[in-house]
């Protein structure tokens, strides 16, 4: 069993940078990717970035590529999502992930309970 605790919403100003976390506990495989969805109201899920267990393989999506950041501290078992330059689309509930991915929701086994990330205009 995996538990995943998000950690860093809340809101901010167009143009504004937030960093969520996400800190995984339990047995985690080491074929896991740990990744980061969004889901806005009235939208499904949408897949964002991940990042292996090891921290070396990373996977962007397009909204997310130039803006994201996505890095891991192997230590603490901390995935950490570096957002820059915000916009009001950003707005929606961010939720950690692990699984073996890499995209569909459903190849993920293990969720967060999310955090809310809201950007104003």
């Known amino acids: 069993q995996v538990h995943l605790a998000e950690s860093g919403g809340g809101l901010v100003q167009t143009g504004g940078s937030l960093r969520l976390s996400c800190t995984a506990s339990?047995?985690?495989?080491?074929?896991?990717?740990v990744g980061w969805f969004r889901q806005a109201p009235g939208w499904e899920r949408q897949f964002v970035v991940s990042?292996?267990?090891?921290?070396?393989?990373?996977d962007y999506s397009d909204s997310a590529l130039g803006r994201f950041t996505i890095s891991k501290d192997n230590d603490k078992n901390t995935v950490f999502l570096q957002m820059n330059f915000l916009k009001p689309e950003d707005t929606a509930i961010y939720y950690c992930a692990a699984g073996v991915g890499p995209v569909v929701v459903s190849t993920w086994d293990y969720w967060g309970q999310g955090t809310r990330v809201t950007v104003s205009s």
């Open positions: 990042i292996d267990w090891n921290g070396r393989s990373t």
């Open positions: 339990g047995r985690m495989s080491s074929s896991y990717r």
